[in-house]
């Protein structure tokens, strides 16, 4: 059974900083595993997908790693603003149950300015 | 594009009540998934169709839950009575093919607060 484990499950750091958030999952047979983004109150944004195949991905200031042997996938945010300030959701979605996506519980990020 | 349109944002309702919940998604999407979040859990995956098919119903809770999706086109999700432990953010998603490397888009959810 797939399970997604997210750390630390809250980060604050100040306005600037490089900054990179960790997620692990159990099982490494994987379509593929997608970041997210949620604002209090709001829907959730896809911010990386990486396919099973692929290491990493890059989309502006965010870059995501993915380690298939090791179960492990990464988020890196460059240069972090006030804005950046949310939510980050990894979901796996699983051979096994490929109608599925399975979340981690999530890191809430606050950046101070 | 339009995104996936969820429906009502909010509600709030008695416990012993129904309420429906509506999804729209992607146009030429046909896979839709609802999901939800409870107070303090993970999002949890409900079920997922494709098409007007049930493709995977195995995360419903309960049989107070009832998904349909007549035509292939929006969805409901109906709760028939509602419980307090109801209560969460039910999403709703679509996407063009599953278990591939398309990814998924999500509405902005339902809020529902069972009082």
């Known amino acids: 059974k797939q399970e997604v484990t997210q750390i630390p499950a809250a980060l604050s750091v100040p306005e600037g900083e490089n900054l990179v958030l960790n997620c692990s999952f159990t099982d490494s047979a994987i379509y593929n595993l997608q970041w997210f983004r949620q604002d209090p109150g709001k829907g959730l944004t896809s911010l990386l997908l990486i396919q099973s195949s692929q290491r990493e991905q890059t989309s502006g200031r965010l870059n995501a790693s993915l380690d298939k042997s090791s179960g492990r996938s990464t988020l890196y945010i460059a240069a972090s603003q006030p804005g950046d300030s949310a939510t980050y959701l990894c979901?796996?979605?699983?051979?096994?149950?490929?109608?599925?996506?399975?979340f981690g519980s999530g890191t809430r990020l606050s950046i101070r300015p | 594009e339009a995104g996936v349109t969820q429906f009502p944002s909010h509600s709030v309702i008695e416990k012993g009540q129904t309420v429906t919940l509506r999804c729209d998604p992607i146009s030429g999407h046909d896979n839709l998934y609802w999901y939800r979040r409870v107070m303090g859990k993970e999002i949890k995956f409900l079920l997922h169709?494709?098409?007007?098919?049930?493709?995977?119903e195995s995360g419903m809770p309960n049989n107070r839950f009832l998904a349909e999706r007549t035509g292939g086109t929006y969805s409901t999700l109906k709760v028939q009575p509602a419980e307090l432990e109801d209560s969460g953010v039910y999403f709703c998603?679509?996407?063009?093919?599953?278990?591939?490397?398309?990814?998924?888009?999500f509405g902005s959810g339902t809020r529902l607060t069972v009082v």
């Open positions: 998603a679509s996407s063009q093919v599953y278990g591939a490397n398309y990814g998924y888009t």
């Open positions: 979901a796996a979605n699983p051979y096994s149950s490929a109608s599925k996506i399975i």
């Open positions: 169709f494709v098409k007007e098919s049930k493709q995977d």
